[in-house]
């Protein structure tokens, strides 16, 4: 199995971790780390790869993106939809630049 | 129950050639997805796999086909995506059908947290942002 998720930064204090769960994906939250989850899982030989670098460029990209061509996407998503999705975005953005979200890449084998 | 009336509202715009222009842009793919894997890191994890055209890969959450109708395509195997969601199906069929996939992609609906598959039926497993 391969995957990427975003999640907390590791290392984070209450406050921050708080902080990354609020800006954060719907399901972001943990008590957990996804290794031991993994293990726990049945898995075996878990790698863990930092992405974040890349995923701070790809949300820029969605950013610029979204904005380059806002006109038609309003028109086909409506202005609540765009709206969200891109306030979702900057806001993912920021969390990133503050070091609180990361995206990690998994993968293990049973 | 929220999230998923959120995710019906986005694929049931999938396909829209705005949209594609912004995920050709952000992700370098048109395969109307619009989270966060790359084209590269799509291409890694199909690396890490070894997908071959033996396997049958499962493909989680798989929304609107990516990436699994494209690890499908560049490696051979067999991908059966899985989704709560309908709305994104048709545009996952079509891309399927225009890959030269449509014998070996198979969409369906179902959640994680009850795969409605036989066990030992998958090879390998991909998904895409879908535990956060």
Known sequence: MAFHTIQPTPGLDPNQRRRANRAGPYAVAMTSTYEKLLVNAGFREVEARDDTAEYRATQARWVNATRHHEAAMRAVMGDAMFEDRLTARTRTLDAVDAGLLSRFRYAASR | ?132
């Not at chain 2, 396997?55 to 067999?78: I, K, S």
């Not at chain 2, 059966?80 to 969409?107: H, N």
């Open chain 2, 1 to 132: 129950m929220q999230e998923v009336e959120r995710f019906r509202s986005r694929y049931a715009v999938s396909g829209d050639a705005a949209l594609l222009a912004a995920e050709l842009e952000a992700l370098g793919t048109d395969y109307s997805a619009n989270g966060y894997t790359t084209l590269t890191q799509a291409d890694d994890i199909g690396d890490w796999l070894s997908l071959d055209e033996d396997d049958v890969l499962l493909d989680v959450g798989a929304g609107c086909g990516w990436p699994g109708l494209y690890l499908a395509r560049r490696h051979g195997c067999a991908v059966i995506s899985l989704d709560p969601v309908s709305e994104g199906m048709p545009t996952l069929k079509q891309r399927a059908l225009a890959d030269g996939c449509g014998k070996q992609a198979w969409p369906v609906i179902g959640v994680a947290e009850a795969i409605p598959l036989r066990p030992r039926s998958i090879d390998a497993i991909v998904h895409a942002d879908v535990l956060c």
